[in-house]
């Protein structure tokens, strides 16, 4: 089989890609992230996605290529990783109480062949205090996450809800879609 890679450095990704148990390597790609104007948070994690897995594509001829990219979408407007305390504040207490969309897409490219799939995930946010939100990212440093949160840690606290049809998705990988991906491409899973 030809070699697997995920093109990205997330640890959360690559976590979740070695539940498949395929061997594969990580490689960053180099892909610039500045939303085109207008363009929608669904089509930009899709366009990113894509991005990111051609971009490797190219530098790894003959390999199967993972990309992947999230997006929260809080009332249309696309929110990224927060990169600071401030800003993954700010991005939770506009959350607080609002229904968060995160479009997680993923394309799977050997250079010449793109697979895509796109997850949608409705989140439901509580009514958060700044006092709780202070605590929640004092305590887990969400800085490199979409939407300010870990939801496989703590951050499951700050919701009423997850809507969804692949529990990895929000996590930054829906493995239900890449699995029928890389079937279609040639691996073979149970």
């Not at 890609?17 to 207008?38: I, N, T, W």
């Not at 051609?54 to 979408?73: E, K, N």
Request: net charge neutral; hydrophobic share 45%; glycine share 8%.
């Amino acid at each position: 089989m030809t070699d697997l890679i995920l093109a990205s450095t997330s640890r959360y990704r690559a976590e979740l890609l070695s539940r498949l148990r395929l061997p594969f390597s990580s490689m960053a790609p180099q892909v610039d992230e500045v939303p085109l104007p207008g363009e929608a948070p669904d089509a930009l994690a899709r366009r990113l996605a894509a991005a990111k897995a051609r971009a490797v594509a190219l530098l790894r001829p003959g390999s199967w290529v993972i990309g992947s990219d999230q997006v929260a979408d809080l009332n249309g407007a696309a929110l990224g990783k927060p990169g600071s305390h401030e800003a993954a504040c700010a991005q939770l207490a506009a959350m607080s109480g609002q229904q968060v969309r995160f479009h997680t897409a993923i394309c799977v490219s050997n250079g010449s062949q793109h697979l895509h799939a796109c997850d949608l995930t409705r989140v439901q946010f509580r009514a958060l205090t700044s006092g709780e939100i202070a605590r929640y990212v004092d305590a887990e440093q969400p800085l490199d996450c979409a939407g300010s949160f870990k939801c496989e840690g703590l951050g499951i606290s700050l919701f009423e809800a997850i809507h969804n049809s692949d529990p990895s998705a929000l996590i930054g990988l829906p493995l239900i879609a890449l699995s029928g991906l890389l079937r279609q491409a040639g691996y073979t899973l149970p």
